[in-house]
């Protein structure tokens, strides 16, 4: 099929890039002049593990550009997957959709099937309809909702392999162009109406959210009772109707979409008239973990001020540079504010850290940070951090404290170690 991706960030390309690899000729559409002429050349605008290969294993099916107009006409399936981010009052600000929606209704000349997949509200199917209806000229189109679920690190993966695929439709040609275009594709496919597809994505990461907030509680109780929780999350993620996955208590979550989407979750309730008041908790959580987080390092160290203090891992997860709404940022901050020293690395985010976080000395490894420094704490689990030399850490700390924010080592082999380590909730 030809299809349109308007918006290359990582669901944009990823789709993109995905859907050539199953043999569709592929438009990708991006504003960004700087973007389109750097992945012209092959340059990524992400960090992506296999994104470089995908790229130039499709190359010859997928094509670059700027302009909406010339990207679409060609195609009979347009994806939407623009950025929405978060306004300042926490619903979704969707004029990027909308600046493309009015693109395409001005430019198009025959039926497309337009159809959401970057994450947006509920009802925001019906505004694209009637949007089209305002500015069309009478070609028909349809719209239609398919939410991608693929997360960073392991996007690729993710989008070939999901566990479902979502398609939010109302007409018949629609859900066979869907149908078509997914079928070399073995996941589950679940037809919905567009309304009940645009809720199970803010439904989903908001439940995933407050599983992660659920048991970043039970690690409060955990460190207050004495018990372990790595073994209760073991304990609770055994019971198939729990499940295991999402149980790994640590720092909170970050990234773009968790944050966002709680809040614009919760934004949509209101104003459809009902308080979603759990998700205020799952957000309070986690905000409340990094506080914690500070206060297990004020209680190794005692006084802040003049403390060096050695960072590893800035990105909000492994596998990949993003930092936004990293918990390292604001940990990093209140430690600052008490007068400590950062040394940092990170194996992919420090380029991106450098604009964020001032006043750090960046390092070259894992070593280098731990050289001089009153303890060393761990705020993302790289595996590079996994699998370090721990005797030669030892050696280089000042003092061989580890505060871990990702529960990456066994206490119990720490402290053979000869290390004070402290994790989160044991
Ligand atoms: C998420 C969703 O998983 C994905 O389906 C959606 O499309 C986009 O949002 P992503 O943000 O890339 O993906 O990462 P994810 O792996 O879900 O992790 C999100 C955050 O939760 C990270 O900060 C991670 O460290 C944290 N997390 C995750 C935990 O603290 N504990 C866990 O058990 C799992």
Same mark, same amino acid.
């Given at each position: 099929m030809k299809i349109t991706i308007i918006g290359t960030g990582h669901v944009g390309l990823i789709s993109g890039l995905g859907f050539a690899e199953f043999g569709n000729e592929v438009v990708c559409v991006d504003r960004d002049k700087g973007k389109i002429l750097n992945l012209k050349n092959g340059k990524l605008p992400i960090y992506e593990p296999g994104l470089k290969e995908l790229l130039s294993k499709n190359r010859s099916r997928v094509t670059f550009t700027t302009s909406i107009k010339d990207g679409i006409q060609d195609a009979s399936v347009i994806f939407i997957c623009v950025?929405? /981010?978060?306004?300042?009052? #926490?619903?979704?600000?969707?004029?990027?959709?909308?600046?493309?929606? @009015?693109?395409?209704? %001005?430019?198009?000349?025959?039926?497309?099937?337009?159809?959401?997949?970057?994450?947006?509200?509920?009802?925001?199917?019906?505004?694209?309809?009637? =949007?089209?209806? &305002? &500015?069309?000229?009478?070609?028909?189109?349809?719209?239609?909702?398919?939410? %991608?679920?693929?997360?960073?690190? +392991?996007?690729?993966?993710d989008f070939m392999h999901p566990d479902r695929i979502v398609i939010g439709v109302e007409s018949e040609r629609a859900k066979k162009m869907l149908l078509t275009l997914y079928k070399p594709m073995k996941a589950p496919i679940l037809i919905t109406d567009i309304e009940s597809a645009e809720l199970i994505k803010h439904a989903s990461n908001s439940f995933l959210a407050?599983?992660?907030? =659920?048991? +970043?509680?039970?690690? $409060?109780?955990?460190?207050?009772?004495?018990?372990?929780? %790595?073994?209760? @999350? $073991? #304990?609770?993620?055994?019971?198939? $109707?729990?499940?295991?996955?999402?149980? +790994?208590?640590?720092?909170?979550?970050g990234g773009f979409?968790? /944050?966002?989407d709680l809040r614009a979750f919760r934004k949509i309730s209101e104003k459809l008239g009902f308080e979603f008041k759990l998700l205020?908790?799952?957000e309070k959580i986690n905000?409340?973990?990094?506080?914690?987080?500070?206060?297990?390092?004020?209680? @190794?160290?005692? +006084?802040?001020? #003049? !403390?060096?203090? #050695?960072?590893?891992?800035?990105? =909000?997860? /492994?596998?990949?540079?993003?930092? &936004?709404?990293?918990?390292?940022?604001?940990?990093?901050? @209140?430690?600052? !504010?008490?007068?400590?020293?950062?040394?940092a690395y990170d194996p992919q985010a420090m380029p991106v850290a450098k604009k964020i976080l001032k006043n750090i000395v960046y390092c070259e490894n894992q070593y280098d940070v731990a050289k001089g420094a009153d303890c060393l704490c761990i705020l993302t689990e790289w595996e590079e951090f996994k699998n370090m030399d721990l005797s030669r850490i030892k050696t280089l700390l000042k003092s061989p404290i580890i505060i871990d924010g990702r529960n990456i080592f066994d206490k119990k082999e720490m402290e053979k170690l000869g290390f004070v380590y402290k994790g989160i909730g044991r």
């Open positions: 950025g929405t /981010p978060t306004k300042a009052s #926490g619903e979704a600000d969707l004029s990027a959709v909308e600046n493309v929606v @009015a693109q395409i209704a %001005e430019s198009m000349k025959d039926y497309k099937l337009i159809v959401e997949k970057s994450t947006v509200p509920v009802h925001t199917g019906i505004k694209i309809k009637q =949007f089209m209806k &305002r &500015r069309g000229k009478n070609i028909a189109f349809d719209v239609a909702s398919n939410p %991608e679920f693929l997360s960073e690190g +392991n996007a690729i993966h407050t599983k992660i907030s =659920f048991i +970043n509680a039970v690690s $409060r109780i955990c460190k207050l009772s004495g018990a372990d929780i %790595e073994k209760v @999350a $073991r #304990g609770i993620g055994m019971d198939h $109707r729990i499940g295991s996955e999402f149980l +790994n208590a640590g720092i909170g979550f979409c968790f /944050p966002k205020e908790e799952t905000e409340e973990m990094k506080h914690h987080f500070v206060a297990i390092v004020e209680d @190794a160290l005692w +006084n802040l001020n #003049g !403390k060096t203090i #050695g960072i590893l891992g800035l990105s =909000f997860k /492994p596998d990949t540079e993003d930092m &936004r709404y990293a918990p390292s940022i604001d940990i990093i901050q @209140a430690l600052q !504010k008490e007068g400590a020293k950062i040394k």
